[in-house]
């Protein structure tokens, strides 16, 4: 008897907790009226953070992206109780995703590059009967270097990120952290990272999972159907 799989996450759900809600939260709760800047802050960071640590502990395993995630949302948090000048916030969205692309670039030239684990997942993909037409057509070192160019490429999205996210966060956020001005800002930030960071960001990853595909069509002779795993 196999174990069912948790069932993955309604994405508008999660868009909603992640993002709409804490961006209303900082924008219209932020007034002493309401709930003051502190605690609309904490509030607004509480709601991320809870859904990145129910998610992890919901499938029973870390993922890498929702902690970095964790890690990013405390750091915020923490700038804004500190009540530190929003240059520091901006240095933080912009170091967040630099780091990434760093540790991703230096595993290209290990004998794992990073987005093997992306591409090459044992649970979806007949990692052996891809390894063997590899063999028999002699494209495994070819097959090693595409997965080397596309880590790289993989790293580039994350500059990119890590450069749109530092000039946003300049552009739009200028007040001190812990005033209303900042929370007001840091709401308008989260949601215009959407459009103008998040989502350019996934294009140029899909772009690079069908470059990554073709390039594995052509290397073992098989189609994106038979590279799947059956599952029964």
Not at 53 to 76: A, C, E, F, P
Request: with cysteine; proline share 4%; charged share 15%.
């Amino acid at each position: 008897m196999t174990t069912a799989r948790p069932k993955k996450p309604n994405p508008l759900l999660e868009l909603a907790v992640t993002i709409v809600a804490p961006s209303l939260i900082l924008m219209q709760f932020s007034d002493k009226a309401w709930l003051g800047e502190r605690w609309a802050l904490l509030l607004a960071l509480a709601l991320p953070l809870g859904w990145g640590v129910w998610d992890g502990l919901r499938r029973r395993k870390v993922n890498g992206l929702s902690l970095i995630g964790i890690v990013s949302t405390l750091l915020t948090g923490g700038i804004g109780l500190m009540q530190l000048d929003a240059y520091w916030f901006a240095i933080k969205e912009g170091a967040v995703p630099a780091l990434m692309g760093l540790v991703i670039a230096g595993s290209a030239w290990t004998r794992h590059p990073l987005i093997h684990a992306l591409v090459f997942d044992a649970d979806l993909m007949d990692v052996e009967r891809i390894r063997q037409r590899l063999a028999e057509r002699r494209n495994t070192e070819a097959f090693e270097t595409r997965l080397r160019q596309g880590t790289l490429l993989l790293a580039a999205t994350f500059v990119f990120t890590a450069v749109a996210s530092y000039a946003l966060a300049r552009w739009l956020v200028t007040s001190d952290a812990g005033s209303d001005g900042f929370n007001q800002e840091l709401g308008r930030l989260t949601l215009l990272s959407w459009p103008l960071v998040a989502l350019p960001s996934m294009l140029m990853m899909l772009g690079l999972m069908l470059w990554l595909g073709r390039c594995a069509r052509q290397l073992t002779g098989m189609s994106m159907h038979d590279m799947f795993r059956a599952h029964h």
